[in-house]
């Protein structure tokens, strides 16, 4: 079964000579349970697509499909629900609330969540099981991210969305945050499609798309999938 499937897909900000075309009539597939590695440079519709797929934006035109259901027919409260029970966020920025513990930033969302992991079982999954009463100014800056992943699965999403989840870390640091990332994919069969600039990452991906002006320029199947530990930045 895909997880995703758009026919069309066009988002444009704006009109008439001031119009920006973010996407220009995407028709793209992933199937259920694959790491998605989504390249291209800044402006090329890339985020846009995941806040599209992730249901915080509208496209102006074409069709979403998640699994069977037609998510560009939803309603506000329908796309609430979807968000809520389906889909996880990671950010470049972390977001997390500086004056709660990791442990207590991961329970804001198994409070909110129908069917959540132990927030404590979350963080062991990132290998932060050592460090869940520590605040986020007592963690390094791959620590917090990991918190935020943390925070993103708990409430076991079907598919997890990662805007540049590396994009503030040094290599290193980065290669850990990833891991997890390949880890949670292997263990929960969670579709995690992930933003970068780096083209290393590709090495860890089922698929990579290829993007530039709104449109998908090539799709790479990997028929061997490196692990995040054995790429080089």
Known sequence: MHAFKTI????????????VHALRGVDLEIPEGELVVLL?????GKSTLLNILG????????QVFFRDQ????????????????????????YNLMPSLTAHENVDLVTEISRDPMLAEEALEMVGLGDRMDHFPAQLSGGEQQ???????IAK????????????????????????????INRTLNTTIIV??????????????????????KDVRLNEKKLAA?????
Request: hydrophobic fraction near 40%; include cysteine; charge should be negative.
């Open 55 to 62: 249901g915080l934006d509208h496209p102006s035109d074409g």
């Open 229 to 233: 530990d054995q790429i080089e930045w």
């Open 156 to 183: 076991r999403p079907t598919v997890l969305f990662c805007d540049e989840p590396t994009g503030a870390l040094d290599s290193k640091t980065g290669i850990v945050v990833l891991q997890a990332l390949q880890d």
């Open 146 to 152: 990991r918190v935020a992943i943390a925070r993103a």
């Open 40 to 44: 291209g440079a800044s402006g090329s």
């Open 70 to 93: 037609e998510i560009t027919t939803f309603d506000d409260k329908a796309l609430t629900a979807y968000r809520r029970d389906h889909v996880g966020f990671v950010f470049q920025l």
């Open 8 to 19: 069309g897909l066009t988002k444009v900000y704006g009109e008439g000579e001031a119009a």
């Open 195 to 216: 933003i970068t600039h780096a083209m290393a990452t590709a090495a860890l991906a089922d698929r990579v798309i290829m993007f530039g002006d709104g449109r998908i």
